[in-house]
């Protein structure tokens, strides 16, 4: 399937990283950047991989390492995943649900 990243997507993605620099090594950040791509080709091949939201219809949350996940949406007829976050999965729950 073809992924496509949304406006919000890429910019909570690098929200993500920037805090990641205040905290993290540059040979983490390359480590933990290389884990997304790595998983986002893992994703197209295996949409379903992730735990379904239950909220909103082909909406899934896919863990990319334990401090961070990703919220997208299958788009079956269209043969597109659709990225629409990146979220810290430390952040209050009521904020992942403004996402979706």
Do not use: C
């Amino acid at each position: 399937m073809k992924i496509i990243w949304s406006e919000k997507a890429g910019e909570t993605l690098q929200k993500r990283i920037d805090y990641l620099k205040i905290h993290w090594t540059e040979k983490e950040i390359r480590q933990f950047t290389k884990r997304v791509f790595d998983y986002l080709e893992t994703l197209a091949n295996e949409p379903l991989i992730a735990r379904p939201t239950y909220k909103t219809k082909n909406t899934h949350i896919g863990v990319i390492i334990k401090q961070v996940s990703v919220i997208y949406r299958v788009k079956p007829g269209k043969n597109v995943i659709e990225l629409v976050a990146f979220i810290d999965n430390r952040q209050n729950p009521k904020k992942t649900k403004q996402l979706l």
